[in-house]
């Protein structure tokens, strides 16, 4: 979904593999990311259930 998004708002970037290791240094591991989006995908599936 996130990669859909992306590149509905134009042609996504390539950045490098510094960066990336970077931005995992601060953002945590698969596990933390998928508790992280839990409250947000609560509120969307509420959403996308009352527009069902």
Do not use: C, K, Y
């Not at 590149?7 to 490098?16: I, T």
């Amino acid at each position: 979904m996130v990669q859909l998004l992306a590149m509905a708002v134009g042609r996504p970037e390539l950045f490098g593999r510094e960066t990336a290791l970077i931005t995992r240094e601060q953002v945590g591991t698969h596990r933390a990311g998928w508790f992280q989006v839990q409250p947000l995908w609560d509120q969307m599936s509420l959403i996308g259930d009352a527009n069902s």
